[in-house]
């Protein structure tokens, strides 16, 4: 067992030489995984495995909402909704000093709500909201620094991709977890215009107020939004009241956005060849990831990996909130490195079976667990923490990924100032992260309430 | 030589590359298809109280399907994920060969995945394996799969050449 335990150190070790010299993480996870099982097991098995085993991965029903979803928030970037959102959040707050860049903010989880995906949400919503900022001569640094921001609000606000990622990995309920991540992400786009106020308070200059909206402008702004609440409300709120399972949900959304944009001329065949193709770049190199991770998973657990990594961290004499603050931060540390899908399919399932060793195994009451709850719930709370750690990545340095996006577009802004705009927005986040650590019942309420 | 567009090169690595975007494109159709069946399924059971019979076993090949498409047009198009912090200062010529390594890699499985997968195949064939409530055999489903496979290692070749040559000629193309 010392040397099947050797060998998935070695097979670790290994998969990160090989991440750190641009192999593919998909490809880098199959070949050590692929090799690391011959060497455990023999070939026979895993030869036998493979008849079945990428088929059997790929056609998991829940894992169908992942190209769905991808279809859907690629259909909206072209439908025109990113116009329509900002418009009517700047109808609402564009008079207030930084107005403009809180209507960002808004218009940002609105397009959340309709993409599941962070760096689409930064483009789409950078093209709409960047001219504004700069026409109202809002500096750089805060213009650039909202939206790359504004795009992580994404992560936790149905439908996102890496939530259902996520729920798949530790064999979550996917409608749990999309009850669970609303709250969380509400804060979110609270917490980000609050953070808008204080900048503007304290360097009033960096946004000056817009124009109020004229009662007209105001009414048919407004208006203009209803499609897109109509379209969130049906497809996360069937899901919630339990009227669908996520993937009809997610077919009615993909429908109801390109019939948006089909009546509004932007998405003709064009648009959707278009948009099948992004999907396709997307949903391919997912799946093909996934298919990594499992071999990967397979190889470890056959090593013995995970749970030597559990016992260890169990017997180890810290305190589990100090393990979780711990486990937090190296994912916030990994996201630096990675994209944030790769980071939850490499990590967690190495950090999930060490959180359940200290919470005292599946099965625990909540009264004896280590973190005072059901594994169930640590699931739940777990998974939401990650997922706003992993994203926090996008807008750091070294691989910012929405701050590169954003500075393609705002090519007159130096990439040090956004870094620097997006600072405020990141001190931000670790207050939300440790409200959510301190209060679970902020997570936790809404899935208990729904689900009765 | 300085495009990276999928479509427009000429040649027989130029019409590989369309056959690969066109069957992605197909698996595209395949998704379409399968969101329409959803929407039929929803829409019957709400209106007339019957869903689409077998929706969820023709989601899960559909789904398998179309996404089995799209792994050759990714290896064409570049777009698996990688970590490029640590090589960001690396040369070109430096970056075409790691490039070259993952496009063995790539053919590698992708050959090695045909290879088992057309004995999947005949197991399912041979066992009769059915979904359970439309009995549609499942090894039809592996047919157009492993056209996929076919295509995604004809796809590595092509991005094995190229790295190739730019290793030869120390640009990226």
Redesign the interface.
Known sequence: MADALFIGFGGLAVLVILIALRMPIAYAMILVGGIGVTLLNGPAIFMSQLKTLAYGRFSIYDLSVVPMFILMGNISTKAGLSQDLFRAANAWLGWLRGGVAMSAIAACAGFGSVCGSSLATASTMGQVALPELRRYNYSGSLATGTLAAGGVLGILIPPSIVLVIYAIIVEANIVTMFMAALIPGLIAVIFFILTIAIVVMVWPNSGPKGEAASRQEFLSATLRMVPVLGIFGLVIGGIYFGFFNPTPAAAIGVALVWIYGAARRLVGIKAITDALLDTAKTTGMIYLILLGAEMLKIFMSRGGVPQAMAEWMANSGLAPMTILILLLVSLILLGCLMDSLSMILLAIPFFWPVLVEINGGDYVNAADAGFGMTSEDLKIWFGILALIVVELGLITPPVGMNVFVISALARDVPMRDTFVGVAPFFGAEMVRVVILLAFPAITLWLPRLLSG | MASRDATVRAGPSGLARSVI?GW??A???V??L??????V??LGSALIGRPFPG??EM???G??I??????P??QI?D?????????SKASPRW?AL??L??SL??LS?GA??LW??W??LL?QKSYGYETTILQFPQWI??IP?LISLALLVLASLITLRESAASIKSGNLN
């Not at chain 2, 399968?34 to 929407?39: E, G």
């Not at chain 2, 777009?79 to 090589?87: E, R």
């Open positions: 975007r992605a494109l698996g595209g159709v998704l379409l399968i969101v329409l069946m959803n929407v399924s929803v929706d969820f989601t899960e090949i789904i398998a179309a996404a089995f498409s799209f792994l047009y990714c198009t777009s698996n994920v990688t970590a490029d912090i640590f090589t970056i790691f490039s390594v993952a890699v790539a499985f090695l995945l088992r997968m004995y999947g197991d489903a592996f799969i």
